[in-house]
């Protein structure tokens, strides 16, 4: 797996909105590759306000190889720029092997957002944290359209034509990027396993990428992007300020059905692996949410270094215990010390020490 980062800053010209500067990549990472990303325009910022980070999997193109793309763009905490950090494995069976892929590998703290270092190399990294969720009930879409069935439309239409794309326009006022996140993840845990790591996605999407491919795209409402979708018949553009009901075709899908009937599942034993050795376990509420923006969010932490080290929990136990144990051994010295030695004697002890000197 490769690692890219970049930063922009904003820029008062007419021609481009920011200037990209490329700030670290992994060691041996091949050139066309990093050519390619840096042809990407990831900062490129949509026509309407709308949450700042965009959370994506893509397919990118690169001569005769594809590789999947995971993204996470965000301000940094001064909000003078922006950082992207791109996750770039080199096969789907690279990304297979952390449990929960995508979705789960977003959901976690492996992303930068804060550069302060000077531009440098990195080494090949080898740990993620992912979290997988079990598959249930599309509650969210149930929410968000009306019918939980249309996690499994989408999912349907994936598995028949994947290049066809589906467009989900989204009210900004109440549900973020993570929510779509939650949103996207009821349709890519109804996908057979073997089909997961060609399901791509964008929280934001602001136009095409050349040498890049994202299926399930979400568009904030009012955007100039959605009226020329509105006119295109291979786009299926899903609409919550006007829910249709679930198209005759796709009424006895056995994926519509499971995303309206689904129980949790039970959970899996996680897949061994070096890239995910560092996994959080599953998680799930079987309570129906109140609203999109009930899904939990997973807000990065702020991080000064592009990998940050894990913490042993295990060693701060330890700490702990031996601290308490030295306590107690102390307590125990001062007990000896106040208690027995000043113990007073009795008649008998008297007349023994008595004898003794009379001998000596």
């Not at 989900?168 to 109440?174: K, N, Q, R, S």
Request: hydrophobic share 40%; charged share 25%; glycine share 4%.
């Amino acid at each position: 797996m490769y690692e890219y980062i970049c930063i922009s800053t904003p820029l008062e010209t007419p021609e481009k909105n920011c200037k990209l500067t490329t700030v670290s990549c992994t060691e041996d990472m091949p050139p066309e590759l990093i050519r390619e990303l840096e042809k990407m325009d990831c900062f490129n910022p949509c026509d309407i306000p709308c949450d700042p980070v965009t959370l994506s999997c893509v397919q990118l193109r690169c001569g005769s190889e594809v590789y999947p793309l995971i993204s996470h763009i965000s301000p940094s905490t001064d909000g003078e720029e922006r950082v992207a950090h791109h996750l770039i494995f080199r096969n789907d069976k690279e990304l297979a092997l952390c449990p929960g892929m995508a979705p789960g590998i977003l959901r976690c703290d492996n992303f930068c957002i804060n550069w302060e270092l000077l531009p440098e190399k990195l080494p090949l990294r080898m740990h993620l944290k992912s979290r997988k969720r079990l598959a249930h009930r599309a509650y969210l879409w149930e929410a968000l359209l009306g019918d939980a069935g249309w996690a499994g439309v989408i999912a349907e239409r994936f598995l028949a034509s994947p290049q066809k794309c589906v467009c989900l326009e989204f009210p900004t006022e109440y549900i973020d990027s993570y929510g779509l996140l939650e949103l996207f993840g009821e349709v890519f845990y109804l996908l057979p396993p073997e089909k997961r790591t060609e399901f791509t996605f964008t929280t934001n999407f602001a136009g095409e990428e050349e040498n890049c491919t994202c299926f399930l795209r979400a568009i904030p409402a009012g955007s100039v992007l959605l009226e020329k979708l509105r006119k295109d018949p291979e786009v299926m553009l899903l609409t919550p300020a006007n829910p249709k009901e679930i198209p005759a075709e796709y009424a006895q899908s056995p994926l519509v059905k499971a995303a309206r009937e689904m129980k949790p599942e039970k959970p899996a034993i996680p897949l061994a692996s070096t890239l995910a050795a560092t996994e959080t376990p599953p998680e799930f509420s079987p309570e129906a949410p109140t609203s999109l923006l009930s899904a939990p969010r997973k807000v990065p932490t702020l991080q000064k270094t592009p990998l940050p080290q894990q913490k042993n929990k295990v060693n701060w136990v330890l700490y702990a215990i031996a601290i308490v144990l030295a306590f107690l051994l102390l307590l125990l010295v001062f007990y000896y010390i106040k208690v027995v030695d000043s113990t007073p004697l009795d008649g008998d002890d008297v007349i023994v020490i008595r004898e003794n000197m009379r001998i000596n």
